[in-house]
């Protein structure tokens, strides 16, 4: 374990934010409010009231409001945290209200009524914090820090936000290690893209996955926000703001430990699991979490400074997973002596500095630099690969650097600027214990279903830097019935990776069952690159008239795309390639407006109606422009057929000759190499407004107090998408490709056992093989794609004073996803490339099964499959957790979840000689060779029609608080994670063959762990 030192970090390092090429940041889009209306004893209502925020919260201790004609006052850009709110005016005593609990991303009503008295006198009012925000139409879920130490919530990340949360989809607690799995993924109602964001800036990388690990212990709060994302965040999916700890006016601090071993876990592998060939299950060697945290003035009143350390990591052995015994030959053979593994460990050294310039202006520094090591990487992540197939990876250059400015320049005028920046840089390699010689060769065994030998084949890249940088500027309005902002959003997104395959050998193989069937050629190294620029300039409002509030807003984005001239050295397969500078590619422009209303319904702020419908699009990154970057439309890869007649299992041919020779087929593309590439796309992609990837998104909601400290929230949310884009292959028409049929397997797990016919399958003809012109433009063109999903959610949340806590609820919902048009093949054609049906950058979150393209004319046993429909038994959520304080400072907490099981799918590799009589000649990727082992993929089960059994799953923490001095207090933690050991499938094999429904990813077998916080 590598040792953990504990590193002060200056003041020097912090400022060097400053520094980097950006220069602005909007209010964080979660931050907090107050706001009401203030009246006198006869109902009449108040101008000219002066209200005043206080909290230990804000370094300026004060903020400060005047109702204005209506009586209405608001103010906003609050610090979560417990506020006092004073009302004075002359000829009436001062009416003061205490105790509000004031979270991220809510604006609590707080109402006066005044009386004729004398200023000196004072009303005071303690009351319960408001429940249900009247003002915004944002739907929204927090985690606290506090409501974390409290829960059964291990290693604690982001995906916390997955079990807490109903409707997220992801990776439900099926790990609670802390690793890479462990970063938040999945989508949420269907919605598939995030924006992460640290104090309202992004933080993930150029490639738009996570850039920077989440170090709880610099956060106070957590908020997702998944609809009614207003006009000043762009958020396809949903929004995530982790809002950070500062310091105050007292110093205060902890430390904090946890700890699990190998003999803390049981094994949950059952005689079911073993029936479908799992001869192992995952199994943690080791977790461990450790921290320390001090804050607190450097000047009171002025200088606030809060430092974080924190190191964690795993050891865990992979589910099914051996070392490979036969490494370096042609097949693999599990060495069950030896395990597979993957190894985590990560280090964070955050520091925060608030500084009180003046009596207005409030800057605000952050640098958090990381290190962390995946060596060996994703082995445990549920891919059914041989362990030398993952690639490993040292996050190094890493970390988050942010400066921020806040300027309230009158009570009703605020000013706010900020910059940001997200350092990556996370090379991968082949990991020496799989003993992997640069002479080894990726292997793919198509009915296996699995990748051996060497790294995945384009998984090797000795260079990847991703760093994005943040910029933005808001100015807001702010009276008591209008609160309106404007601003914009700049964000620059870098990624040069670069790519070597077999060590320089640039093949790869496929076998069938140990068989070899065709081999790949590669066109590498290369070094790719592309650079981004991301503009958003936003206005909003939100209009009180009486007891509606209206929330509306237009947003303008702007994404470029700008690809560098590149120079490529020449590869065994073909020469030296030089490319010039492109530039708008793309250049899309979006208008999209935003709105929505909410509805005091009973004038208490009680009751609140919400209805918001907003249009967004999709998240940028820099996998868009390296999509077009012309060595990646180039042709770089390549197929051919490989008859291996003397079984010796080397490929006895030229594979400089791209045609057909010596037991290898002709290439299925003739343009490998060309400099001119032969992907191109239209204008109608590239360019103009209202081309990039989108979705309107519609949410309604009824949310009431039913008593204080309870709420109940139940809603209706649908959303759909547009701007899809197909690939279509100019040379080649429907007309081109031949019909056949195949019969599925006889097999009592198919359904009706098997044995039905699978038709609308198309081969393309022989004189159109290999010839590719593909045209990426609108779907539109071709036909109507229809993306759409509908759910209903109802949740309810307590916080009683008895000490009793309770949140979760119930999500539902249904997808409909439709492509029922041609482009090319009328049906699923494995011989020739494959037409792709897309939104830009979010391909994954929209796939309709992970191994085919449905068209228009195949069917399985008779039923079309262009039309997929995801039905509510596969998408309904039960989420839980709960909480209470017994007598002497015990408490006990717990963590449910009850989720639908991942879609059971088959692939099968269908040989040429099954497909032959039916086509009525052989697969044209045969070519004239006799006998032909070439293989087409066929599915043999109508996606989203199984499922496989639903997970239920209980987290149990039984903590003890001891009260060790006036300031200093202990809590110790026994954690059970899985308590009833389940075993839930969470990842199978979907080849059909030998290993088909064979886990390759299980639910965490139970676990004990310790913890322990101290705090002062």
């Given at each position: 374990?590598?040792?953990?030192?504990?590193?002060?970090?200056?003041?020097?390092?912090?400022?060097?934010?400053?520094?980097?090429?950006?220069?602005?940041?909007?209010?964080?889009?979660?931050?907090?409010?107050?706001?009401?209306?203030?009246?006198?004893s006869s109902g009449g209502v108040l101008p000219g009231v002066t209200v005043e925020a206080s909290s230990p919260a804000l370094i300026e201790k004060v903020r400060t409001a005047v109702s204005d004609s209506e009586g209405r006052y608001n103010i906003v850009d609050l610090r979560p945290g417990l506020y006092s709110v004073t009302f004075t005016l002359a000829s009436f005593s001062t009416f003061k209200r205490e105790g509000i609990d004031l979270p991220s991303g809510f604006t609590a009503t707080v109402n006066a009524e005044m009386k004729i008295g004398a200023l000196e006198e004072t009303v005071t009012v303690t009351g319960a914090a408001p429940l249900v925000d009247t003002q915004n139409v944002r739907k929204q879920t927090l985690v606290s820090s506090d409501l974390l130490n409290v829960l059964p919530s291990s290693v604690k990340n982001l995906n916390n936000l997955v079990a807490l949360t109903p409707g997220f989809k992801g990776n439900e607690g099926f790990d609670v290690t802390g690793g890479y799995t462990g970063q938040v993924g999945g989508s949420y109602h269907g919605k598939g893209g995030q924006i992460v964001q640290f104090d309202g800036m992004g933080i993930q990388h150029s490639q738009g996955n996570q850039g920077y690990n989440q170090n709880q212990e610099t956060v106070q709060e957590?908020?997702?926000?998944?609809?009614?994302?207003?006009?000043?965040?762009?958020?396809d999916g949903v929004q995530i703001n982790l809002v950070p700890k500062e310091g105050a006016n007292i110093f205060s601090g902890g430390a904090n430990g946890l700890y699990s071993g190998s003999s803390m876990q049981s094994d949950n592998l059952t005689d079911a699991l073993r029936g479908r060939g799992l001869t192992t299950v995952a199994h943690v060697r080791y977790v461990f979490d450790s921290g320390a945290t001090l804050g607190g003035p450097i000047k009171k009143d002025k200088v606030w400074f809060y430092f974080s350390y924190r190191q964690w990591g795993n050891e865990r052995q992979a589910a099914g997973k051996f070392f490979n015994a036969t490494q370096g030959t042609p097949f693999y053979t599990a060495d069950t002596g030896r395990p597979a593994y993957v190894h985590e460990w990560y280090e964070s050294k955050g520091t925060r500095v608030t500084w009180r310039a003046s009596e207005r202006n409030k800057f605000n520094f952050f640098a958090d630099p990381q290190r962390d090591?995946?060596?060996?990487?994703?082995?445990?992540?549920?891919?059914?690969?041989?362990?030398?197939?993952?690639?490993?990876?040292?996050?190094?250059?890493?970390?988050?650097?942010?400066?921020?400015?806040?300027?309230?320049?009158t009570n009703r005028l605020l000013f706010e600027a900020g910059a940001g920046m997200v350092e990556g840089s996370w090379p991968t390699y082949s990991e020496p214990i799989f003993g992997v010689k640069p002479t080894d060769i990726a292997i793919t065994d198509s009915t296996l279903g699995i990748?051996?030998?060497a790294p995945t084949a384009g998984s090797i890249n000795p260079i990847k830097d991703v760093p994005r940088w943040s910029q933005r500027f808001?100015?807001?309005?702010?009276?008591?019935?209008?609160?309106?902002?404007?601003?914009?959003?700049?964000?620059?997104?870098?990624?040069?990776?670069?790519?070597?395959?077999?060590?320089?050998?640039?093949?790869?193989?496929t076998f069938n069952n140990r068989v070899p069937t065709s081999i790949t050629q590669w066109a590498t190294p290369y070094l790719q690159r592309a650079n981004n620029k991301d503009f958003g300039f936003f206005a909003q409002?939100?209009?009180?008239?009486?007891?509606?509030?209206?929330?509306?807003?237009?947003?303008?984005?702007?994404?470029?795309?700008?690809?560098?001239?590149?120079?490529?050295?020449?590869?065994?397969?073909?020469?030296?390639?030089?490319y010039d500078e492109v530039n708008n590619v793309p250049f899309w422009k979006d208008w999209n407006p935003r709105g929505g209303l909410a509805w005091d319904v009973t004038g208490d702020g009680k009751t609140a109606l919400k209805v918001a419908l907003g249009r967004y699009v999709t998240k940028g990154s820099t996998v868009f422009t390296l999509g077009l970057n012309p060595i990646t439309t180039s042709i770089n890869t390549v197929n051919r057929s490989r008859n291996d007649t003397n079984g010796n299992y080397v490929p006895d041919c030229?594979?400089?000759?791209?045609?057909?020779?010596?037991?290898?087929?002709?290439?299925?593309?003739?343009?490998?190499?060309?400099?001119?590439?032969?992907?191109?796309?239209?204008?109608?992609?590239?360019?103009?407004?209202?081309?990039?990837?989108?979705?309107?998104?519609?949410?309604?909601?009824?949310?009431?107090?039913?008593?204080?400290?309870?709420s109940l929230n139940a809603g209706y949310y649908r959303n759909w998408y547009g701007s899809f884009y197909t690939t279509d292959n100019s040379l080649v028409t429907p007309a081109d490709f031949s019909p056949y049929c195949v019969t599925a397997p006889s097999d009592s797990r198919l359904p009706g056992g098997g044995g039905y016919p699978i038709c609308g399958l198309y081969d393309v003809n022989p004189n159109k093989f290999g010839q590719v012109n593909s045209v990426v433009s609108q779907a539109s063109s071709f036909g109507k794609i229809t993306y759409q999903n509908d759910f209903f959610d109802v949740s309810v949340n307590a916080r009683l004073s008895s000490g009793f806590q309770l949140g979760g609820g119930v999500d539902t919902g249904r997808t409909v996803n439709d492509f029922c048009f041609n482009v090319d093949s009328p049906g699923v054609s494995p011989a020739a490339p494959p037409t792709t049906v897309s939104l830009p950058s979010i391909t994954t979150n929209l796939s309709i099964t992970p191994n085919t393209v449905?068209?228009?004319?195949?069917?399985?046993?008779?039923?079309?499959?262009?039309?997929?429909?995801?039905?509510?038994?596969?998408?309904?959520?039960?989420?839980?957790?709960?909480?209470?304080?017994f007598p002497k400072d015990f408490f006990v907490s717990l963590i449910f979840q009850n989720i639908s099981g991942p879609p059971v799918t088959a692939t099968y590799a269908a040989p040429n000689s099954v497909i032959a009589p039916s086509l009525g000649r052989s697969l044209a990727a045969c070519g004239t060779r006799n006998p032909c082992t070439n293989t087409a993929l066929v599915p043999l089960i109508v996606p989203q029609s199984q499922f496989e059994d639903r997970y239920t799953r209980l987290d149990l923490r039984v903590s003890k608080r001891m009260q060790l001095t006036q300031r200093v207090r202990l809590t110790g933690n026994l954690n059970l994670y899985n308590l009833f050991n389940k075993s839930a499938i969470q990842v199978e094999n979907f080849n059909y063959g030998p290993l088909w429904l064979q886990p390759s990813l299980i639910e965490d077998g139970r676990m004990v762990q310790v913890s322990a916080n101290l705090i002062f």
């Open positions: 374990m590598i040792r953990a030192n504990v590193v002060g970090v200056g003041l020097s390092i912090i400022m060097c934010a400053l520094l980097f090429p950006v220069t602005a940041s909007a209010q964080a889009p979660t931050s907090s409010g107050i706001a009401g209306v203030v009246r006198d957590t908020v997702l926000s998944t609809s009614g994302i207003s006009s000043d965040t762009n958020a090591c995946h060596c060996p990487a994703n082995v445990a992540s549920g891919s059914v690969n041989a362990p030398e197939a993952f690639f490993s990876y040292k996050l190094t250059p890493a970390g988050l650097y942010q400066a921020s400015w806040n300027y309230p320049r990748t051996y030998n808001s100015t807001s309005y702010v009276t008591g019935t209008h609160a309106f902002k404007t601003g914009f959003q700049f964000e620059e997104l870098v990624q040069d990776v670069s790519t070597i395959v077999s060590g320089g050998m640039n093949v790869a193989y409002d939100q209009w009180t008239v009486k007891r509606l509030t209206l929330n509306y807003g237009l947003r303008y984005d702007v994404f470029k795309g700008l690809i560098p001239a590149q120079h490529v050295d020449a590869t065994p397969w073909v020469p030296a390639r030089n030229d594979l400089g000759n791209f045609g057909a020779n010596g037991e290898c087929g002709a290439l299925n593309n003739t343009n490998f190499g060309a400099i001119n590439p032969t992907i191109h796309y239209a204008n109608d992609v590239l360019n103009g407004t209202g081309k990039r990837g989108h979705n309107w998104d519609f949410t309604t909601e009824l949310q009431r107090q039913l008593r204080n400290g309870v449905p068209f228009t004319a195949t069917t399985i046993n008779g039923q079309s499959i262009c039309r997929v429909v995801t039905p509510f038994k596969g998408q309904t959520q039960v989420k839980g957790f709960g909480s209470y304080t």
